[in-house]
Nanobody, 121 residues
Framework: QVQLVESGGGLVQPGGSLRLSCAAS????????MGWYRQAPGKERELVAT???????NYVDSVKGRFTISRDNAKNTAYLQMNSLKPEDTAVYYC???????????????WGQGTQVTVSS
């Protein structure tokens, strides 16, 4: 059983910072790409940032220069450092990872349960 657990969400004022964590656990053979998505009320889920197994990042234009994605392969954990937060960053943030379980010949996409980020004064 593979599980992704996010943490680090909360309420922050505009211009503030938060750091999200996504820890993968269970019977894992390997983890490929990891990423963060977000879904605001009434909107579709959108990609925020991804990072390859070799730690090459990619960002949606709206967060470039403000957000930084990183990962610690030894801990099976990805991070999203969010700076200069804006009210429009308010959303539920979801972690996604492409993971090959120990018992499977293929990798699958897994989702975390989501963590709420609210940017408001």
């Amino acid at each position: 059983q593979v599980q992704l657990v996010e943490s680090g969400g909360g309420l922050v004022q505009p211009g503030g910072s938060l750091r999200l964590s996504c820890a993968a656990s269970g019977s894992i053979f390997s983890i490929n790409a990891m990423g963060w998505y977000r879904q605001a009320p009434g909107k579709e889920r959108e990609l925020v940032a991804t990072i390859t197994s070799g730690s090459s990042p990619n960002y949606v234009d709206s967060v470039k220069g403000r957000f930084t994605i990183s990962r610690d392969n030894a801990k099976n954990t990805a991070y999203l450092q969010m700076n200069s937060l804006k009210p429009e960053d308010t959303a539920v943030y979801y972690c996604n990872a492409v993971i090959r379980p120990l018992t499977a010949p293929f990798a699958y996409g897994y989702w975390g349960q989501g963590t709420q980020v609210t940017v408001s004064s």
